[in-house]
């Protein structure tokens, strides 16, 4: 994962875009259940969020479009110390590889 590039990722075939529409169903199912519990998937910090990790990363590093709950979890993940750091850190690696570069 390049953490030091962000893009508008046009390329969404149907299913991509069908992986897409899941996981924002199950975010905002979770979210709806459990927002008295917590500002994450079921309220408190859990295994389940450091899993969906990756794919927040990815959402906001290659612009997918998402509704309000899906924006909102997606910052609340995002303003997480320790996921700040492991950014912080993955933009500050010299590495580069272009054949696991996406491109928009």
């Known amino acids: 994962m390049n953490c030091r590039k962000s893009i508008k990722f046009n390329n ?3 299913a991509l ?14 979210r709806k259940q ?9 309220g408190e910090f859990s295994i389940a969020d ?8 990815r959402f906001n590093s290659y612009g997918i479009e998402v509704g ?4 909102e979890y997606m910052n609340n993940m995002l303003s997480i110390p320790s996921l700040q750091e492991w950014i ?5 690696e010299k590495e580069h590889l272009e054949e696991c570069e996406v491109e928009a």
């Open 12 to 14: 969404i075939t149907q």
């Open 17 to 30: 875009q069908a992986d897409i529409t899941r996981v924002c169903e199950i975010w905002q199912l979770c």
């Open 34 to 42: 459990y927002a008295n519990s917590g500002k994450f998937l079921f």
């Open 50 to 57: 450091a899993m969906y990790a990756p794919i927040v990363l």
């Open 68 to 71: 309000e709950v899906e924006k």
């Open 88 to 92: 912080a850190e993955g933009k500050q």
